[in-house]
């Protein structure tokens, strides 16, 4: 819940530096080492927005796997779903882990409240990303 | 008109910048900090008092408890004579760094060797937040069933330090305690597992042991 707080948070903060609207859509990355259940998060997502103007409003998850190396066996190892254990499956060597600890806000979209200003978007650190698309 | 704009941020960025402000800090005073995580009941306070009984005189420390309700395991720590403060949620399942930025401020608490903060009873959403802290600690009773670890994988992967607490009922109870250590070490290869009771001290002096090297390995990579 704390999470999905968090999320509409930044969101709404997000939508107001770029002149105000209601929020459609947001993409969060999730990992599957995040310890984030991206059911429960949909369920709290929607108890969040739940009576705001944004009531309508989607959280899309997308998943990311985390890669997994054994030193020993000098390959890359399958993950069973949901198995969170660092050691090889076949010669019990610690694994190196690359990502699955995801936890990202990707892009949102929202119906803008102002006129099409033609203003090129910033992202969060006021850079220029020139990802905003009118359509 | 429908406008896609990027984010690009981390969904608890706000946790984290506030996490790293209270590092600083803790690393500006030499202050080692332990986040302790379990499901209510396993011992943490008991295993407080007694740490806190253990190193009196020679460190000093200082408690931050989080609890839904109540001011027990605060009153139970500052009857021993060290300084605690309680965190109250008011229904929230773990603390955040605001909450312990908060609970600093308004307690008074002062600067310290080794600030514990006791989290909320819950072996999940705890995992998730960053409390500026040195190490999470995860502690399971041998009480609670020995399945839990692959149970709740997240939090025995991260914590550097894992306490089997309780073992004085290990003679009574259906505890596997080799397979537990088996899947502490699969989850989390680089851990440490210690076996404690609080009450025959079990276990206590390697607990305190460890602790004192921590808080002299921070000494020297913070002077």
């Keep these: 819940m704390g999470i999905a707080l968090e999320i509409y948070r930044t969101c709404r903060e997000t939508i107001e530096s ?7 859509k947001v993409r969060l990355a999730v990992g ?5 259940e991206p059911d429960l998060l949909i369920y709290a997502w929607e108890a969040v927005v739940d009576e705001t103007s944004d009531a309508a409003a989607e959280l899309e998850v997308v998943w990311h796997r985390a890669n997994q190396h054994c030193s020993a066996c000098g390959e890359s190892k399958e993950r069973s779903e949901g198995s969170w254990l660092r050691v ?18 990707l892009d949102l979209s929202f119906e803008s409240d102002g006129p099409d200003d033609g203003i090129e978007s910033r992202d969060h650190d006021g ?7 009118s359509q | 008109m429908k406008k896609v704009v990027t984010v690009k941020r981390r969904a608890l960025e706000a946790n984290e910048e506030r996490a790293q402000a209270l590092r600083t800090r803790f690393a500006a005073s030499k202050t080692l900090v332990v986040n302790l995580i379990s499901s209510p009941g396993s011992g943490k306070t008991t295993l407080l008092e007694a740490t806190v009984q253990g190193l009196g005189g020679e460190l000093t420390c200082a408690v931050l408890e989080g609890d839904v309700a109540t001011e027990n395991d605060a009153d139970r720590i500052r009857a021993l004579g060290v300084p605690a403060h309680q965190i109250l949620t008011g229904g929230g399942c773990h603390l955040d760094a605001r909450q312990v930025e908060g ?3 308004d307690s008074g608490l002062p ?17 998730t937040y960053d409390l500026g802290e040195d190490f999470k600690v995860v502690v399971l009773s041998v009480t609670e069933g020995d399945d839990k670890p692959v149970k709740y994988p997240a939090i025995f992967s991260r914590a550097e330090v894992a306490i089997i607490s309780k073992s004085d009922l290990l003679p009574y109870v259906p505890f596997k305690l080799d397979s537990v250590l088996s899947q502490i070490s699969s989850l989390n290869p680089d851990g440490e597992t210690l076996v404690t009771s609080s009450l025959t ?9 460890l602790l004192r090297d921590r808080l002299a390995a921070k000494r020297r990579t913070t002077t």
């Design chain 2, 111 to 127: 600067e310290v060797d080794i600030l514990f903060i006791e989290n909320v009873g819950n072996l999940i959403c705890p995992t």
């Design chain 2, 103 to 105: 609970g600093l401020a």
């Design chain 1, 88 to 105: 090889c499956p076949d010669c019990g060597t610690p694994l190196q882990v690359d990502g699955g600890d995801e936890l990202d806000i």
């Design chain 1, 32 to 36: 599957e080492l995040s310890a984030v």
């Design chain 1, 127 to 133: 850079e220029t990303t020139g990802s905003e698309t």
């Design chain 1, 18 to 24: 770029h002149g105000g609207g209601r929020l459609e």
């Design chain 2, 201 to 209: 001290g079990e276990g206590i002096d390697g607990w305190l042991g």
